[in-house]
Protein backbone atom coordinates (compact mmCIF):
# COMPACT_ATOMS: atom_id res chain seq x y z
CA UNK A 1 0.00 0.00 0.00
CA UNK A 2 1.03 3.39 -1.21
CA UNK A 3 2.44 5.14 2.28
CA UNK A 4 -0.43 7.82 2.83
CA UNK A 5 -1.89 9.05 6.00
CA UNK A 6 -4.56 11.28 6.98
CA UNK A 7 -4.84 12.79 10.04
CA UNK A 8 -7.48 13.76 11.75
CA UNK A 9 -9.78 10.43 11.23
CA UNK A 10 -12.31 12.15 12.58
CA UNK A 11 -13.91 15.40 13.45
CA UNK A 12 -16.99 17.23 14.84
CA UNK A 13 -16.25 20.89 14.59
CA UNK A 14 -18.67 23.71 15.17
CA UNK A 15 -20.15 26.38 12.24
CA UNK A 16 -17.65 29.10 12.31
CA UNK A 17 -14.27 27.62 13.28
CA UNK A 18 -11.62 27.19 11.72
CA UNK A 19 -10.23 23.31 10.75
CA UNK A 20 -7.18 22.26 9.35
CA UNK A 21 -6.81 18.68 7.76
CA UNK A 22 -3.45 17.24 7.27
CA UNK A 23 -2.12 14.44 4.34
CA UNK A 24 1.23 12.98 4.78
CA UNK A 25 2.95 10.82 2.55
CA UNK A 26 6.34 8.39 2.19
CA UNK A 27 6.76 7.61 -1.61
CA UNK A 28 8.08 11.15 -2.28
CA UNK A 29 5.05 11.80 -5.16
CA UNK A 30 4.64 15.19 -6.84
CA UNK A 31 0.84 15.44 -7.36
CA UNK A 32 -1.60 15.65 -3.93
CA UNK A 33 -5.16 15.87 -4.04
CA UNK A 34 -8.04 16.65 -1.94
CA UNK A 35 -11.17 15.65 -2.71
CA UNK A 36 -14.73 15.46 -0.35
CA UNK A 37 -17.13 12.72 -0.90
CA UNK A 38 -20.45 13.18 -0.78
CA UNK A 39 -23.72 10.77 -1.57
CA UNK A 40 -25.07 11.07 -5.47
CA UNK A 41 -21.87 13.21 -6.25
CA UNK A 42 -18.80 10.87 -6.06
CA UNK A 43 -15.10 12.17 -5.76
CA UNK A 44 -14.73 16.08 -6.62
CA UNK A 45 -11.46 17.61 -6.75
CA UNK A 46 -11.29 20.69 -3.85
CA UNK A 47 -7.45 21.56 -4.60
CA UNK A 48 -4.59 20.07 -5.85
CA UNK A 49 -0.80 20.52 -5.79
CA UNK A 50 1.89 20.11 -8.08
CA UNK A 51 4.87 20.70 -6.63
CA UNK A 52 6.43 22.32 -3.18
CA UNK A 53 4.31 25.81 -2.76
CA UNK A 54 2.72 25.25 -6.31
CA UNK A 55 -1.17 24.59 -5.98
CA UNK A 56 -4.13 24.85 -8.13
CA UNK A 57 -7.94 24.96 -7.20
CA UNK A 58 -10.44 21.67 -8.32
CA UNK A 59 -13.83 22.38 -9.29
CA UNK A 60 -15.44 22.41 -5.48
CA UNK A 61 -12.41 24.82 -3.77
CA UNK A 62 -14.66 27.84 -2.73
CA UNK A 63 -14.12 28.03 1.67
CA UNK A 64 -10.74 25.77 1.45
CA UNK A 65 -7.77 26.71 1.03
CA UNK A 66 -4.24 24.52 0.75
CA UNK A 67 -1.07 25.08 0.92
CA UNK A 68 2.40 22.25 1.06
CA UNK A 69 5.56 23.73 2.20
CA UNK A 70 7.54 19.88 2.19
CA UNK A 71 7.09 17.46 -0.41
CA UNK A 72 5.47 15.06 1.91
CA UNK A 73 2.86 17.24 3.48
CA UNK A 74 -0.27 18.99 2.30
CA UNK A 75 -2.78 21.01 4.33
CA UNK A 76 -6.58 21.61 3.74
CA UNK A 77 -7.89 24.32 5.72
CA UNK A 78 -11.48 24.99 6.57
CA UNK A 79 -11.51 28.91 7.08
CA UNK A 80 -14.96 29.16 8.76
CA UNK A 81 -16.29 25.74 8.49
CA UNK A 82 -19.92 25.42 7.62
CA UNK A 83 -22.65 22.85 7.98
CA UNK A 84 -22.12 22.50 3.96
CA UNK A 85 -18.62 21.42 4.76
CA UNK A 86 -19.88 17.87 6.29
CA UNK A 87 -18.31 15.00 4.44
CA UNK A 88 -15.81 12.49 3.78
CA UNK A 89 -12.34 14.21 3.19
CA UNK A 90 -9.85 11.84 0.86
CA UNK A 91 -6.08 12.72 0.25
CA UNK A 92 -4.83 11.29 -2.95
CA UNK A 93 -1.01 11.38 -4.25
CA UNK A 94 0.56 10.30 -8.13
CA UNK A 95 3.19 10.47 -9.60
CA UNK A 96 2.56 11.66 -12.68
CA UNK A 97 3.14 8.89 -14.68
CA UNK A 98 1.89 6.16 -15.02
CA UNK A 99 -1.22 7.70 -14.11
CA UNK A 100 -2.29 6.00 -10.99
CA UNK A 101 -3.57 7.37 -7.98
CA UNK A 102 -3.64 6.39 -4.57
CA UNK A 103 -5.65 7.53 -1.75
CA UNK A 104 -5.17 8.05 1.80
CA UNK A 105 -8.16 6.52 4.69
CA UNK A 106 -10.09 9.51 4.76
CA UNK A 107 -11.45 11.56 7.19
CA UNK A 108 -15.45 12.10 8.34
CA UNK A 109 -15.36 15.75 8.98
CA UNK A 110 -18.84 16.68 10.85
CA UNK A 111 -19.34 20.56 11.22
CA UNK A 112 -22.80 21.24 13.15
CA UNK B 1 -14.25 19.61 -20.11
CA UNK B 2 -14.48 16.04 -19.87
CA UNK B 3 -16.98 14.57 -17.74
CA UNK B 4 -17.35 11.01 -16.93
CA UNK B 5 -20.73 9.32 -16.34
CA UNK B 6 -21.96 6.10 -14.75
CA UNK B 7 -26.04 6.14 -14.93
CA UNK B 8 -26.09 2.96 -13.24
CA UNK B 9 -26.59 4.11 -9.53
CA UNK B 10 -26.73 0.05 -7.89
CA UNK B 11 -27.05 -3.58 -9.49
CA UNK B 12 -27.00 -6.47 -8.05
CA UNK B 13 -25.50 -9.84 -9.02
CA UNK B 14 -25.28 -13.53 -8.34
CA UNK B 15 -22.15 -14.61 -6.01
CA UNK B 16 -19.98 -16.58 -9.07
CA UNK B 17 -21.84 -15.03 -11.75
CA UNK B 18 -20.44 -11.77 -13.92
CA UNK B 19 -21.24 -8.63 -14.13
CA UNK B 20 -21.05 -5.61 -16.47
CA UNK B 21 -20.84 -1.60 -14.52
CA UNK B 22 -21.33 0.90 -18.07
CA UNK B 23 -18.72 3.59 -17.95
CA UNK B 24 -18.90 6.59 -20.68
CA UNK B 25 -16.91 9.98 -21.10
CA UNK B 26 -16.64 12.64 -22.95
CA UNK B 27 -13.58 14.49 -23.98
CA UNK B 28 -11.79 15.98 -26.94
CA UNK B 29 -8.09 14.23 -26.23
CA UNK B 30 -6.79 11.48 -27.60
CA UNK B 31 -4.51 10.56 -25.39
CA UNK B 32 -5.69 9.74 -21.60
CA UNK B 33 -5.86 7.41 -18.85
CA UNK B 34 -9.24 5.60 -17.23
CA UNK B 35 -9.66 3.80 -14.43
CA UNK B 36 -11.82 2.03 -12.17
CA UNK B 37 -11.80 2.21 -8.60
CA UNK B 38 -13.60 -0.32 -5.87
CA UNK B 39 -14.36 1.37 -2.58
CA UNK B 40 -15.49 -1.18 0.01
CA UNK B 41 -17.51 -0.30 2.98
CA UNK B 42 -14.49 0.14 4.92
CA UNK B 43 -14.31 3.37 2.81
CA UNK B 44 -10.81 3.01 1.72
CA UNK B 45 -10.56 3.67 -2.50
CA UNK B 46 -8.63 0.74 -4.13
CA UNK B 47 -7.26 0.80 -7.97
CA UNK B 48 -8.63 -2.06 -9.67
CA UNK B 49 -7.63 -2.05 -13.03
CA UNK B 50 -6.30 1.04 -15.23
CA UNK B 51 -6.28 1.73 -19.11
CA UNK B 52 -4.60 3.84 -21.62
CA UNK B 53 -6.42 5.12 -24.35
CA UNK B 54 -3.06 4.53 -26.92
CA UNK B 55 -3.42 0.81 -25.96
CA UNK B 56 -5.79 -1.24 -27.86
CA UNK B 57 -5.61 -4.03 -26.05
CA UNK B 58 -8.42 -4.03 -23.48
CA UNK B 59 -6.67 -4.40 -19.46
CA UNK B 60 -6.94 -7.24 -17.34
CA UNK B 61 -6.68 -7.84 -13.59
CA UNK B 62 -7.29 -11.33 -12.58
CA UNK B 63 -11.12 -11.55 -12.88
CA UNK B 64 -11.43 -8.01 -13.89
CA UNK B 65 -11.02 -7.10 -17.20
CA UNK B 66 -12.37 -3.73 -18.92
CA UNK B 67 -14.09 -3.19 -22.80
CA UNK B 68 -12.47 -0.29 -23.74
CA UNK B 69 -14.29 1.32 -26.65
CA UNK B 70 -12.11 4.55 -27.70
CA UNK B 71 -14.76 5.81 -30.82
CA UNK B 72 -17.76 5.34 -28.46
CA UNK B 73 -16.09 6.83 -25.41
CA UNK B 74 -17.22 3.97 -23.24
CA UNK B 75 -15.36 1.55 -20.53
CA UNK B 76 -17.27 -0.45 -18.92
CA UNK B 77 -15.81 -2.85 -16.08
CA UNK B 78 -16.16 -6.83 -16.09
CA UNK B 79 -15.96 -8.86 -12.94
CA UNK B 80 -15.95 -12.67 -13.66
CA UNK B 81 -16.79 -14.97 -10.79
CA UNK B 82 -18.10 -12.57 -8.28
CA UNK B 83 -17.04 -12.96 -4.60
CA UNK B 84 -19.06 -11.72 -1.71
CA UNK B 85 -15.95 -9.62 -1.14
CA UNK B 86 -16.72 -7.47 -4.35
CA UNK B 87 -19.56 -5.87 -2.84
CA UNK B 88 -18.19 -2.28 -3.24
CA UNK B 89 -19.23 1.15 -4.49
CA UNK B 90 -17.36 1.27 -7.78
CA UNK B 91 -15.92 4.52 -9.61
CA UNK B 92 -14.92 5.74 -13.11
CA UNK B 93 -12.34 7.91 -13.41
CA UNK B 94 -10.57 9.88 -16.20
CA UNK B 95 -7.22 11.66 -16.53
CA UNK B 96 -5.38 13.41 -19.31
CA UNK B 97 -2.14 11.67 -20.22
CA UNK B 98 -0.58 15.25 -20.98
CA UNK B 99 -0.38 18.75 -20.16
CA UNK B 100 0.95 18.29 -16.54
CA UNK B 101 -2.49 19.38 -14.80
CA UNK B 102 -3.16 16.02 -13.70
CA UNK B 103 -6.44 16.36 -12.50
CA UNK B 104 -8.93 13.39 -11.76
CA UNK B 105 -12.68 13.49 -12.66
CA UNK B 106 -14.28 10.71 -11.31
CA UNK B 107 -18.23 9.40 -12.38
CA UNK B 108 -20.85 9.66 -9.03
CA UNK B 109 -20.15 5.76 -8.86
CA UNK B 110 -22.25 2.46 -8.96
CA UNK B 111 -23.09 0.18 -5.91
CA UNK B 112 -22.80 -3.14 -6.43
CA UNK B 113 -24.20 -5.97 -4.78
CA UNK B 114 -23.16 -9.78 -4.53
CA UNK B 115 -25.94 -11.75 -3.26
CA UNK B 116 -24.78 -15.44 -1.59
Known amino acids: DAGITQSPRHKVTETGTPVTLRCHQT?????MYWYRQDPGHGLRLIHY???????DKGEVSDGYSVSRSKTEDFLLTLESATSSQTSVYFC???????????FGPGTRLTVT | AQTVTQSQPEMSVQEAETVTLSCTYD???????LFWYKQPPSRQMILVIR??????QNATENRFSVNFQKAAKSFSLKISDSQLGDAAMYFC?????????????FGTGTRLKVLA
Open chain 2, 51 to 56: QEAYKQ
Open chain 1, 27 to 31: ENHRY
Open chain 2, 27 to 33: TSESDYY
Open chain 1, 92 to 102: AISPGTPGEQY
Open chain 1, 49 to 55: SYGVKDT
Open chain 2, 93 to 105: AYRSAWGGTYKYI
